[in-house]
C-alpha cells in the first residue's frame, strides 16, 4: 500500500515538474511577414499572451514553413492565419475568437483584365504563396491552367506588381484593418472571404481557453 502512494506522489512530482518546465520555456510563435500582420494580428497576440501571463518568443517566418513547423512542434503556433490555409493540418488547431474577417483577392497593375475571368486563363504570370494558390484551386479549379510563381515573403508580393516585373497576385487582405500602402496603386478584385484565428499545435490544447479569453478582452480593449 505504501509502495502504490510513494509511486503516486512520484508521479505528481514529475507532472508537477514537467508542467513548470513547460511554462517556464517560451513558447515559439511564427508569424507571416505580411504588413498588417506585422502593425495589426502581431501587437494584438502579443498582448494577449501578456495578459495570459504565457511566455513567447515571436519569430517571422515564410509563409511556406510556417504549418509543416507547426506540425514538426518545431513552433508552437502562428499569429493569424485564415481557416483555409491551416484546416487540412489536423495538428493544428483555431485558438479563442476569429481575429479578422479576411478576403483572398487578385491584384492587378494598371491597364489589364481584373476580373474572375483571369483565373480561366491568362497569358501572364499569378504571383501567389503555396498555401494561397492550393485554397485559390479549391476554390477555383479552373484555373489550375495557369502559370504560377510562387514567392513565400509576403511582403514582397506586392511589389514584384509595382515594379511591374508581373501583372497579377493572390493576396490576403482584412475587411476590418487598414489595406497595406503598398496595394494603393494596384487594382484589387475580391474573390472570397474567410475567418482568420490564431493557431496553436494541438498539444497546447489546455491553453486554449485561457488564450481565448485574454484575446476576446484584448480585442475589445482595441473596440475590435
Known amino acids: 500500500m505504501l509502495k502504490k502512494i510513494f509511486s503516486l506522489i512520484a508521479k505528481v512530482i514529475t507532472l508537477c515538474t514537467f508542467s513548470a518546465s513547460l511554462f517556464a520555456t517560451p513558447l515559439t510563435i511564427s508569424y507571416l511577414q505580411h504588413p498588417s500582420v506585422r502593425d495589426q494580428a502581431l501587437p494584438l497576440i502579443q498582448a494577449a499572451y501578456n495578459q495570459a501571463g504565457i511566455k513567447a518568443n515571436f519569430v517571422a517566418m515564410p509563409a511556406h514553413r510556417v504549418l509543416h513547423e507547426i506540425t514538426a512542434q518545431h513552433t508552437d503556433g502562428d499569429v493569424i492565419l485564415a481557416r483555409e490555409i491551416f484546416a487540412p493540418f489536423k495538428d493544428v488547431i483555431a485558438v479563442g475568437p476569429a481575429l479578422t474577417e479576411v478576403e483572398f483577392v487578385l491584384l492587378c497593375v494598371a491597364n489589364v483584365p481584373c476580373d474572375n475571368s483571369v ?106
Open 119 to 224: 483565373l480561366v486563363a491568362t497569358p501572364s504570370t499569378i504571383v501567389a504563396t503555396d498555401q494561397s494558390k492550393r485554397v485559390l484551386l479549391n476554390k477555383y479549379p479552373h484555373a489550375n491552367r495557369n502559370t504560377f510563381y510562387h514567392i513565400n515573403n509576403l511582403a514582397k508580393l506586392p511589389e514584384l506588381l509595382n515594379v511591374h516585373r508581373f501583372d497579377y497576385a493572390i493576396f490576403v487582405v482584412s475587411t476590418q484593418w487598414p489595406l497595406p500602402d503598398s496595394l494603393s496603386h494596384l487594382h484589387v478584385h475580391h474573390l472570397f472571404r474567410s475567418k482568420a484565428y490564431h493557431v496553436m499545435h494541438k498539444k497546447h490544447a489546455g491553453l486554449a481557453a485561457q488564450l481565448a479569453l485574454a484575446i476576446s478582452t484584448v480585442k475589445a480593449q482595441k473596440g475590435l
